[in-house]
């Protein structure tokens, strides 16, 4: 009579590596000896220090957390088919992290005295072992044994392991290795020969080219959904199946980028070509297996976390843990242009979260569809600390009955939405530049009526209005609503060119940031009497110039005044040498301001000048030539002077 619980057990780890790397006969041999263990939420399955098992455990159902107790820190976290605590195989010593159910759990425990014979004989499975250990351990020393799949317990670690943390603490920003041995078809192969071609190759995916250019890609998952179902024959040809088209990203793309390009797509794999477009040839394929060595708590792990929160207050602390990110990667004077795009990318996930998390809670689904923007500093991916919200919704044009009753329903949404971004550390906006007021909730026909006012007739407040909107980053919904009023914006703004006037005039409101003997100018009055306002001194001066800039050479979806700049340098190179130095001087602005922000736990606008070293004081002013400089540009650009 056949056992038929290791049965189900086999069926379910020949999905997951490194499994499916096994014979049928090893999987049967080993599921026949595995515990199943159940795990209540937030049960402990070992502890830090706690005497290593006499197995290794895969994630069946629910999700584990590996964690450092003592500074509350999520290193990974496994679910479904994720295996974890595999020190005890890889050498005898005890626990480096605690391992918790992060929700109700069943788990596999599979005996390392029976595993560990299959894992010598077989190269696939001692390497996955190995990388995986290397991932999910934190323990980089591990990377130097690469090679060997168990540790001679008598090696002194300790001796090397600060040396080597150091040398991996930022593999995750490395760039990745991916294959260079392109496996690939064109699209009149057919779906046979292409399975066939994956099958010798061992590949979970095959790239389709066309005049040896990417234009698909073929996985795995393809084949079982398209043609395993029947919905395809395997007679048909490549070209039909394909994913298409496909995600192409340059080949210096680093771990963490390439984690969150995958986790942002919901795909395995990326092809790399030699400029990151479909437009030259590919130079290799890189696929989730390619990632999972990196190491730590990285972003990709906390966009796992965000994904999984059901409830705002799970996110309110993975907010606290994008904050320890951030200061690590200060720290570790990492690239602000690259610490921008993180941050941002998660802050915009947090958001996605909390939207979906209030449409949930609501019985009603939405009765248009619709898109939420994200303005000011978050829509320039400059908002690194917890500053206010500020936000808006554009919805699908509807009838003029039923217009009272979708605006209705949009500001109800809108309420719960910002009211749950305030929970998790976004302050509500003093001025109410919100989505849960009725005048940043429009369809997309009110908006296009708005933002032409806006336009036609600049006023000081309409201008501030438009200052702020024209920054807007859609980050969740229906994307077309937000290209479709950015194209009428442009197209207004060209009937009327006086607009760049009056912004430009805007741009020139914060003078140069200092006065008389080059002395800080600080506020006079209020809460901050005697600050040095670096927002508005130092940063808006900058970001009101490239915005002006830009929208006059009518350049769409760049938001971020660094990149803004840099575009610039390119499409003005007489210019190339101010705008590269504003580039460099915004992000240096944006650096100081964080890190004042996190020093002070608050949104480091404000700057005691005492708390500031001669140094410091010295780099900021660095930064003021330059903003004199841009302003003088503007000035001349739009002829100010003769005004």
């Known amino acids: 009579m056949k056992n038929t619980i290791s049965h189900r057990v086999a069926d379910f780890l020949k999905n997951f590596p490194p499994f499916n790397e096994l014979t049928d006969q090893e999987i049967e041999l080993i599921s026949e000896e595995i515990t199943i263990v159940y795990k209540e939420k937030e049960n402990i399955i070992f502890s830090e220090k706690e005497k290593g098992h006499s197995h290794f455990y895969v994630v069946h159902k629910g999700a584990v957390s590996l964690s450092k107790p003592e500074s509350n820190t999520i290193v990974d976290m496994c679910d479904e088919g994720d295996i974890f605590g595999l020190r005890p195989l890889m050498a005898n010593e005890n626990y480096e992290l ?64 600060e040396k080597s943390a150091s040398d991996f603490k930022l593999i995750d920003l490395q760039p990745v290795h991916y294959s260079k041995k392109i496996i690939s078809c064109d699209t009149n192969t057919t779906v046979k020969e292409a399975a066939k071609i994956m099958t010798e190759k061992k590949v979970g995916a095959i790239l389709v080219v066309h005049d ?17 179902t029947g919905a395809y024959p395997i007679t048909t040809t490549a070209g039909a199946i394909m994913t298409t088209p496909v995600i192409t990203y340059p ?135 917890h500053t206010d919200q500020d936000n808006a919704l554009i919805f699908e044009d509807v009838s003029e009955e039923n217009l009272p009753k979708t605006t209705f329903y949009f500001i109800n949404l809108a309420k719960a939405i910002t009211k749950r971004l305030n929970t998790i550390g976004y302050d509500y906006c003093p001025a109410g530049m919100m989505a ?31 200052a702020i909107f024209f920054d807007y980053n859609a980050v969740y919904g229906e994307n077309s609503l937000a290209h479709e009023l950015s194209n009428h914006i442009f197209y207004t ?91 460099y001087a915004s992000k240096a602005l944006l650096k100081f301001r964080t890190k004042q922000g996190l020093n002070h736990n608050d949104s480091g606008r404000f700057i005691d ?31 100010l002077k003769s005004m």
Request: glycine share 4%.
């Open 212 to 228: 040896k250019l990417p234009v698909g890609i073929i996985t795995d998952k393809d084949l079982r959904n398209k043609v395993v």
């Open 493 to 583: 703004v060209k009937k009327y060119p006086i607009f760049f006037v009056h912004l430009a005039k805007g741009a020139l409101q914060n003078p140069s940031p200092t006065g008389f003997f080059r002395q800080f100018l600080v506020e006079q009055d209020g809460a901050h009497k005697d600050s040095f306002d670096v927002k508005n001194r130092a940063l808006r001066p900058l970001t009101d110039a490239a915005r002006v800039l830009i929208l006059s050479h009518s350049i769409k979806s760049i938001n971020n005044t660094a990149e803004r700049f840099e575009k610039l340098a390119e499409l003005e190179p007489n210019n190339k040498e101010i705008y590269l130095a504003c580039s």
């Open 436 to 466: 849960s007021s009725s005048k940043w909730c429009l369809s997309v026909s009110e908006w296009k009526k708005t933002t032409s006012h806006w336009i036609i007739n600049p006023g000081i407040d309409e201008v501030l209005l438009a």
């Open 251 to 385: 080949s210096t793309l680093t771990i963490t980028q390439a984690q969150m390009a995958m986790m942002k797509s919901n795909i395995s794999h990326l092809c790399l070509t030699a400029d990151g477009t479909v437009d030259t040839k590919a130079v290799g394929i890189l696929s989730k297996h390619d990632v999972m060595v990196a190491l730590g708590h990285n972003p990709a792990v906390l966009i796992k976390a965000i994904k999984r929160a059901k409830k705002t207050k799970q996110i309110k602390s993975i907010r606290k843990s994008i904050m320890n990110l951030l200061k690590g990667y200060l720290d570790q004077n990492i690239p602000m242009t690259l610490i921008s795009k993180i941050i941002s990318e998660l802050n915009d996930a947090c958001i996605k979260q909390i939207i979906t998390i209030s449409l949930d809670k609501i019985e009603e689904k939405p009765p248009v569809k619709f898109a939420w923007l994200s303005l000011g500093s978050q829509g320039r991916s400059e908002q690194m600390l």
């Open 609 to 639: 000048l005492k708390t500031l070293s001669k140094e410091e004081k010295i780099k900021l002013k660095r930064t003021f030539k330059t903003i004199k400089e841009i302003q003088e540009l503007v000035t001349l650009r739009f002829q």
């Open 98 to 161: 605690q391992a918790k159910a992060h929700e109700e759990s069943i788990l596999y425990a599979i005996p390392i005295s029976v595993f560990k014979p299959v894992a010598l004989t077989n190269t696939a499975i001692g390497n996955f072992v190995i990388e995986s250990f290397a991932s999910n351990t934190r323990n980089p020393y591990s990377k130097n044994h690469r090679g060997k799949l168990f540790i001679d317990n008598t090696i002194n670690i300790n001796s090397d392991t």
